[in-house]
């Protein structure tokens, strides 16, 4: 009898923790990344609770960049980006022509195309961000999809802090 209510109770406990896997699959811990926005190789993720201007990021893009960049392959959609933060909430980001202005920061410029010709999305006028909100840049190339194109970030897109492991920036 004994060993029946043990059996019972460890399926129950096995069923319960792949339904949460499910349902709050975990955060990725290393992530390999392809592309020149950061150096190519392998991040550590560590989370981190108090996202602030400067930090370098994993995060995801909101869901509309994601299509665009899937559509265009500029990422797979299962691979956040490395950016570092300019902004967080209660900074004001100003969008004028080609220029994009972060508090702190020299002017960025945006262009109007990516490599292969194709439009590139068309952000206008300046918006406060909101407490929630994070804004993304690569410093490592100017033509980057980041937040020039896509605007702010929802803060729980951001998986934590990204510390560089290992590759081509050897």
Same mark, same amino acid.
């Given at each position: 009898?004994?060993?029946?209510?043990?059996?019972?109770?460890?399926? /129950?406990? %096995?069923?319960?923790?792949?339904?949460?896997?499910?349902?709050?699959?975990? &955060? &990725? &811990?290393?992530?390999?990344?392809? /592309?020149?926005? *950061?150096?190519?190789? =392998?991040? &550590?993720i560590v989370a981190n609770?108090?996202?602030?201007?400067?930090?370098?990021?994993? *995060?995801?893009?909101?869901?509309?960049?994601?299509?665009l960049a899937v559509a265009?392959?500029?990422?797979?959609?299962?691979?956040?980006?490395?950016?570092?933060? =300019?902004?967080?909430?209660?900074?004001?980001?100003?969008?004028?022509?080609?220029?994009?202005s972060v508090p702190n920061?020299?002017? %960025?410029?945006?262009?109007?195309?990516?490599?292969?010709? $194709?439009?590139?999305?068309?952000? /206008?006028?300046?918006?406060?961000?909101?407490?929630?909100?994070?804004?993304?840049?690569?410093?490592?190339?100017?033509?980057?999809?980041?937040? $020039?194109?896509?605007?702010?970030?929802? %803060?729980?897109?951001? %998986?934590?802090? *990204?510390?560089?492991?290992?590759?081509?920036?050897?």
């Amino acid at each position: 009898m004994m060993m029946k209510l043990l059996l019972a109770a460890s399926i /129950t406990v %096995l069923c319960a923790g792949v339904s949460l896997q499910t349902l709050l699959p975990p &955060k &990725k &811990k290393f992530i390999y990344n392809p /592309t020149p926005s *950061a150096p190519i190789g =392998w991040y &550590k993720i560590v989370a981190n609770d108090n996202v602030k201007v400067g930090d370098f990021v994993a *995060a995801y893009a909101p869901e509309s960049a994601v299509e665009l960049a899937v559509a265009r392959q500029y990422l797979p959609s299962n691979i956040p980006l490395l950016k570092s933060v =300019w902004a967080v909430g209660g900074a004001e980001v100003c969008f004028e022509n080609a220029r994009v202005s972060v508090p702190n920061y020299p002017v %960025l410029t945006r262009y109007r195309q990516d490599n292969l010709g $194709r439009d590139m999305p068309v952000l /206008t006028g300046c918006f406060v961000l909101n407490p929630n909100e994070v804004f993304l840049i690569s410093t490592e190339i100017s033509n980057s999809f980041d937040s $020039r194109y896509f605007g702010a970030v929802p %803060l729980k897109n951001v %998986l934590g802090n *990204a510390i560089f492991l290992g590759g081509e920036r050897e």
